[in-house]
T-cell receptor, first 110, second 110 residues
Framework: EAQVTQNPRYLITVTGKKLTVTCSQN?????MSWYRQDPGLGLRQIYYSMNVEVTDKGDVPEGYKVSRKEKRNFPLILESPSPNQTSLYFC?????????FGEGSRLTVL | SQQGEEDPQALSIQEGENATMNCSYK?????LQWYRQNSGRGLVHLILIRSNEREKHSGRLRVTLDTSKKSSSLLITASRAADTASYFCATDPGANNLFFGTGTRLTVIP
């Protein structure tokens, strides 16, 4: 089954404690992206990757890092999380113009 | 902002009725897409309409695009309770990003 898998689905952490949200897709897509979804703001792109070792900033990259060492994986790293990064995060990969989304990772930073 | 804007923000209808949602945007686009999101879940792609297309159908969905007015509409015919979800338009200006609106929350009452 074609899918994008994110982990963890839910996470509560404290300010400053580094965390990584993993994302994996099994569709051999070259393009992958991270979004955050906040009430009243819709989805905003954090980072995207056109292919292995090629990443670029989206609209709201501050406080985040990504890497793309393998085609299937695109982890999102929060080096020093802050409360304003409390959000619902989605990973997505693109095939033929449409995005395939993961189920989301709800992150709370206290 | 390059985000699309959906209208209305919320819509409540009886099962069997048609639901119409509108999207307005500001920049030129390559295509416009509609996505559906069940509460707290990942977004699911519904339909893509290219800038040179005016109307597209998929099952009970009908999408129109008017590039001169920079607007699109999504019509769901013969709605069902299972159609209850949030619906988002996303514009693709060809900048390695999809710009999502804040969505229309549709409630279909059985």
């Amino acid at each position: 089954e074609a899918q994008v898998t994110q982990n963890p689905r839910y996470l509560i952490t404290v300010t400053g404690k580094k965390l990584t949200v993993t994302c994996s897709q099994n569709m051999n897509h070259e393009y992958m992206s991270w979004y955050r979804q906040d009430p009243g703001l819709g989805l905003r792109q954090i980072y995207y990757s056109m292919n292995v070792e090629v990443t670029d900033k989206g609209d709201v990259p501050e406080g985040y890092k990504v890497s793309r060492k393998e085609k299937r994986n695109f982890p999102l790293i929060l080096e020093s999380p802050s409360p304003n990064q409390t959000s619902l995060y989605f990973c997505a990969s693109e095939g033929t113009g449409e995005l395939f989304f993961g189920e989301g990772s709800r992150l709370t930073v206290l | 902002s390059q985000q699309g804007e959906e209208d209305p923000q919320a819509l409540s209808i009886q099962e069997g009725e048609n639901a119409t949602m509108n999207c307005s945007y500001k920049t030129s686009i390559n295509n416009l897409q509609w996505y559906r999101q069940n509460s707290g879940r990942g977004l699911v792609h519904l339909i893509l309409i290219r800038s040179n297309e005016r109307e597209k159908h998929s099952g009970r969905l009908r999408v129109t695009l008017d590039t001169s007015k920079k607007s699109s509409s999504l019509l769901i015919t013969a709605s069902r309770a299972a159609d209850t979800a949030s619906y988002f338009c996303a514009t693709d200006p060809g900048a390695n990003n999809l710009f999502f609106g804040t969505g229309t929350r549709l409630t279909v009452i059985p």
